[in-house]
């Protein structure tokens, strides 16, 4: 009977317990990843975008729960660069919490580029949130203060319930990096409080089997923080959350064709 559940684990997990990690092998030519992080920056600029929340494909779709459409989830800063020549220029900085390669348990703090972002993703699709140009200043100022830091919690689950402090994903940090820019806090518990009043996560439609079989066996998924239903944050759950409540200037995806797809 073990034999047959590790088995089953070892077809399902790769696809269905993907983390948001930072190091992956490139699907795609650097020049084609070059291209499309272009046209994401400037899909931005032309908003006006000076922060706003970024999402990439990591996985084949097809493996992902119904109604997830993106596997990583971070907030990106139109900040000033120093190039290696020691150059300035402007651009968009990447604000990360990426799952450990080797230790998929836990998590860091990372700070990438668009093409860093972009680099192992399995489409060149991006999942682009710009909220209100209120929000998008509160949130450059707590990235600024270090907000980021106090925010994170190192125990990583995949599927981290957002409605509490015991595993964090990387789109549950950045619901937190959300509203400690809105309610000008890091006090967690009145951050988890208002998750638990204002926020809908979404629900993770996998088979029950295929979860206790993660969340047994591999390092990075756990149900513990779940009391019945499992429910996380999501890129979609995150846009709904601000337009619901008057915060969201713009959701869209965008492809590698330029074309562009109202998400709300």
Same mark, same amino acid.
């Given at each position: 009977?073990?034999k ?5 684990l ?5 696809t269905?317990?993907?983390? +948001?990690?930072s190091?992956?092998k490139?699907n795609f030519?650097?020049?084609q990843?070059?291209?499309f @992080?272009k ?8 908003q =006006?975008?000076r ?6 494909v990591g996985?084949?779709?097809r493996?992902?729960p ?10 990106a800063?139109?900040?000033? %660069?120093?190039?290696?020549n +020691?150059?300035r220029?402007?651009g968009y900085v990447?604000h ?5 390669t080797d230790?998929?348990q ?6 990438d ?6 680099? =192992? ?5 991006a999942?682009?949130t710009?909220? @209100?140009?209120?929000? #998008?200043?509160r949130? %450059?100022?707590?990235i600024?203060s270090?907000?980021g830091?106090?925010?994170h ?5 995949? %599927? +981290?319930?957002?409605?509490?402090n015991k595993? #964090? ?16 806090? @890091?006090d967690?518990k009145?951050?988890?409080a ?10 993770v ?8 079989l993660? +969340?047994v066996?591999? #390092? ?6 779940h009391?019945s ?6 890129f @979609?759950s995150?846009s709904?959350y601000?337009?619901?409540y =008057?915060?969201?200037h ?7 064709t =330029?074309t562009?797809?109202s998400?709300?």
């Amino acid at each position: 009977m073990y034999k047959i559940l590790l088995t089953i684990l070892l077809v399902i997990s790769p696809t269905l317990f993907a983390g +948001s990690q930072s190091s992956a092998k490139a699907n795609f030519s650097a020049d084609q990843i070059a291209n499309f @992080t272009k046209q994401v920056e400037r899909y931005a600029a032309a908003q =006006g975008a000076r922060a706003f929340i970024i999402s990439r494909v990591g996985k084949d779709p097809r493996d992902l729960p119904r109604g997830i459409h993106f596997t990583h989830t971070a907030i990106a800063i139109y900040s000033d %660069i120093t190039l290696e020549n +020691s150059k300035r220029v402007k651009g968009y900085v990447i604000h990360n919490l990426y799952q450990r390669t080797d230790q998929p348990q836990f998590s860091d703090l990372v700070t990438d580029y668009p093409v860093d972002f972009f680099w =192992g993703a399995h489409q060149l699709k991006a999942g682009i949130t710009i909220p @209100t140009a209120a929000v #998008q200043q509160r949130l %450059i100022e707590a990235i600024s203060s270090g907000a980021g830091k106090k925010l994170h919690n190192a125990n990583y689950s995949v %599927i +981290s319930n957002p409605m509490n402090n015991k595993f #964090q994903n990387c789109t549950e940090h950045t619901l937190l990096m959300l509203n400690a820019a809105i309610y000008k806090t @890091t006090d967690l518990k009145r951050l988890y409080a208002n998750h638990t009043i204002y926020f809908t996560p979404q629900l993770v439609n996998i088979n029950p089997l295929k979860l206790m079989l993660g +969340s047994v066996f591999m #390092q990075g998924v756990s149900t513990a923080d779940h009391e019945s239903k499992v429910k996380t944050a999501t890129f @979609t759950s995150i846009s709904n959350y601000l337009n619901k409540y =008057g915060l969201l200037h713009k959701s869209v995806t965008l492809d590698h064709t =330029g074309t562009v797809t109202s998400n709300i």
